[in-house]
């Protein structure tokens, strides 16, 4: 790790613990779940001018909700806690925005049909997450929406493709990647991103603490919050994040509005409590991750280990320039192919055989 890389908790951990916990009318020391799918009107006049958008309050979950809210305001401030720095510096103001969704595939899909429309074009990265990758092979294209996968880490397979595709409107990327953790330039594609297509970058496996792409210049970042976010295998979450109040106000909101892709009050609740520790996880997930690579690295059994901490990466310079950490995410390849794939598999003792990541 590069020697600019210090202590990583530095600023995030108190915008974990303290943005958007107001003083709530109880005095409780943590914010209350808002367990209600409806909240009460003063008189029918107050309930117009709420629908009506000339007052603010709370109406009902589904459009907004005060616990569902304050993750938001956490993520924000994360996603967005250099460039509202670098703004105030400058005499200026930064806003960051964030909606909460029930999943991560609810904010993909969400995200990419507020984008995206019949006749349309999308241009993303040959390796995702499985449903993200079924979501644009399969969906997508039933909706006269054509898709081109390319090898993202090269930009210039990128610029080929938008030149091929002049309808492109969206570009998304995951980096690191699930699960090759192959890593794309996210600054050198942001600059090829021109005339409406925007960049949506999935940010799950780095979180706001190793890495903020709308710093290095994308337009949306995503999140499944029920990975590193959450932290404790103990719900399901999405978020979407940007600097575009008008993106969000005038698509990302009204879509999650008509498909109810919203999170429930008690899910929001669980996901903000682990997000109070999710500096300091990071930090000692990083420092575990880069010890067992290593280790992996060095055993007499193993093919190839895919982590972007070891010098054997081939994009370890890239990772050091765009990220302020490595991650907990190690792929490796054993030697013997799928059978001793299997018996590592089904002689674990100390790692639990499961899907998803990113719990304790």
Request: net charge negative; glycine share 8%; aromatic share 6%.
């Amino acid at each position: 790790m590069s020697s600019k890389r210090i202590d990583l908790t530095y600023g995030f951990s108190t915008h974990a613990v303290h943005a958007g916990e107001a003083i709530n009318e109880t005095r409780s020391h943590i914010n209350p779940v808002f367990q209600t799918s409806t909240f009460k009107f003063a008189n029918a006049e107050e309930g117009h001018r709420m629908f009506a958008g000339e007052h603010s309050g709370y109406v009902y979950s589904r459009l907004g909700n005060p616990t569902v809210e304050l993750l938001e305001t956490k993520v924000a401030a994360l996603e967005g806690k250099n460039l509202i720095a670098q703004a105030e510096k400058r005499g200026g103001h930064l806003s960051v925005y964030a909606i909460a969704f029930a999943s991560g595939m609810s904010a993909i899909s969400t995200v990419a049909l507020s984008i995206l429309s019949p006749g349309d074009h999308l241009v993303t990265d040959n390796i995702l997450y499985g449903c993200t990758n079924s979501l644009f092979m399969n969906t997508l294209p039933r909706m006269n929406i054509g898709v081109t996968f390319v090898d993202c880490s090269n930009p210039d397979n990128v610029q080929r493709a938008l030149e091929e595709h002049p309808n492109t409107k969206m570009v998304y990327l995951e980096t690191p990647a699930n699960p090759t953790m192959k890593l794309s330039d996210i600054g050198a594609i942001a600059g090829l991103c021109k005339g409406g297509v925007r960049l949506v970058v999935d940010n799950t496996f780095a979180t706001p603490i190793l890495q903020r792409p709308l710093e290095l210049g994308a337009d949306i970042v995503i999140h499944s919050t029920t990975k590193y976010i959450s932290g404790h295998g103990i719900a399901l979450g999405g978020m979407a994040v940007s600097t575009d109040k008008e993106l969000f106000d005038n698509s990302i909101y009204p879509a999650i509005i008509d498909t109810g892709g919203n999170p429930s009050p008690h899910d929001a609740w669980l996901i903000n409590m682990g997000l109070k520790t999710l500096a300091i996880r990071m930090e000692r997930h990083c420092r575990n991750a880069l010890e067992i690579a290593h280790w992996l690295e060095q055993h007499p059994k193993v093919e190839r280990v895919y982590y972007p901490g070891l010098p054997s990466h081939p994009q370890k310079e890239l990772a050091e320039q765009q990220m302020d950490g490595f991650g907990g995410i190690i792929s490796f390849t054993v030697k013997g192919g799928l059978e001793s794939s299997r018996r590592v598999l089904d002689n674990v003792e100390l790692c639990t055989l499961a899907v998803s990541l990113g719990c304790v």
